[in-house]
Structure formats: C-alpha cells, structure tokens
Nanobody, 123 residues
Framework: QVQLVESGGGLVQAGGSLRLSCAAS????????TAWFRRRPGKQREFVAG????????VYADSVKGRFSISRDDANNTVWLQMNRLKPEDMGVYYC????????????????WGQGTQVTVSS
C-alpha cells in the first residue's frame, strides 16, 4: 500500500513557475515508476510526465516538453514536478501516481493515486 500526497499547487500568472511535490508513505517510491497526470476543465485525465523506477528514464507529454521537469528523491520519498513558463491551458488538477518499473502514459496502468493539487494559471 502506498499513500500519495500532492502539494505545491496554487495560482500563478501565465509565464510563471510552480513546483509540485508528491510525498509517499507506506511502501517507498524507490519501488515504483512515478508519473504526474492532470485533469483540465472539461477534459479527461491526461499524462504529463513520468520517471522510471531507477530515475534514468523520463517521459513527457509533447505539450509540456521543454517547460516541465520531473525528478525524484527516493531518500525523502518525494517526486517533484517543476513547471516553468506556465500557460493558461496548463490549468487543472494535478495528480501523482505510481506503477511498476516503467513509465506508462495510460492512467489505467497506475495502481496508487494521490488526491490531487489544483493549478490555476491566469492570463
């Protein structure tokens, strides 16, 4: 069992930055690949970024490449999502989730989910 808690969301102007964190308890992050998904208003939940169990592989949605960066600190059971040059279309609820060894872009692959953190981007 893994419990995930996201934080770091908030209101930011377009062009600004936020850093989301996902803290795990229970089984440690080091056993899992971890990903961030988001649900934008009126849209289905979508993959944003993921990092493999080893940390050696990262995957990004095309819409965030070059602006977002995912990283992990297994010693502190935390995964980060650094979001730069935010756009109004990045607004939504961001969730972290864990799977097995590899990063998947399909949400059904992920077993454990956090409750989400709201990101609001004003234009």
């Amino acid at each position: 069992q893994v419990q995930l808690v996201e934080s770091g969301g908030g209101l930011v102007q377009a062009g600004g930055s936020l850093r989301l964190s996902c803290a795990a308890s229970g089984r440690t992050f080091g056993r899992y690949a971890t990903a961030w998904f988001r649900r934008r208003p009126g849209k289905q939940r979508e993959f944003v970024a993921g990092i493999s169990k080893s940390g050696g592989n990262t995957v990004y949605a095309d819409s965030v490449k070059g602006r977002f960066s995912i990283s992990r600190d297994d010693a502190n059971n935390t995964v980060w999502l650094q979001m730069n040059r935010l756009k109004p279309e990045d607004m939504g609820v961001y969730y972290c989730a864990v799977a097995g060894d590899l990063v998947y872009t399909a949400d059904w692959r992920y077993e454990y989910w956090g409750q989400g953190t709201q990101v609001t981007v004003s234009s």
